[in-house]
């Protein structure tokens, strides 16, 4: 059983930056791929980004390209998600997400996704 932990939300202004972290307890993360949710008040939940920890391919949404990077640090066993310029339309709680293997076609579906972490709320203030 994969128990993920998220962290790293808080209260950031218009054009600031976070930095969200999600450990894994139980096992690693090797074999896995590692997504990030993020569901907005009274939205669907939504993608925003996901890495595979073998090989390291990443997949992004369109909305949260070049402001967002996520990585992976073998030695923590963690994948962060680095954002900046973040805006108001970027608050959220997000969700960290993983699963076995995965195609890269398949890794923005949340369906995928198998084990969930309870979220973090992330607030841009304008």
């Known amino acids: 059983q994969v128990q993920l932990v998220e962290s790293g939300g808080g209260l950031v202004q218009v054009g600031g930056s976070l930095r969200l972290s999600c450990a894994a307890s139980?096992?690693?993360?090797?074999?896995?791929?590692v997504g990030w949710f993020r569901q907005a008040p009274g939205k669907e939940r939504e993608f925003v980004a996901a890495?595979?920890?073998?090989?390291?391919?990443?997949r992004y949404a369109d909305s949260v390209k070049g402001r967002f990077t996520i990585s992976k640090d073998t030695a923590e066993n963690t994948v962060s998600l680095q954002m900046n310029n973040l805006n108001p339309e970027d608050t959220a709680v997000y969700y960290c997400?993983?699963?076995?293997?995965?195609?890269?076609?398949?890794?923005?579906?949340?369906?995928?996704?198998?084990?969930w972490g309870q979220g973090t709320q992330v607030i841009v203030s304008s």
């Open positions: 139980g096992r690693t993360f090797s074999g896995y791929t």
């Open positions: 997400a993983s699963a076995r293997g995965m195609i890269i076609s398949s890794m923005a579906q949340q369906i995928q996704y198998n084990y």
């Open positions: 890495i595979r920890w073998s090989g390291g391919a990443t």
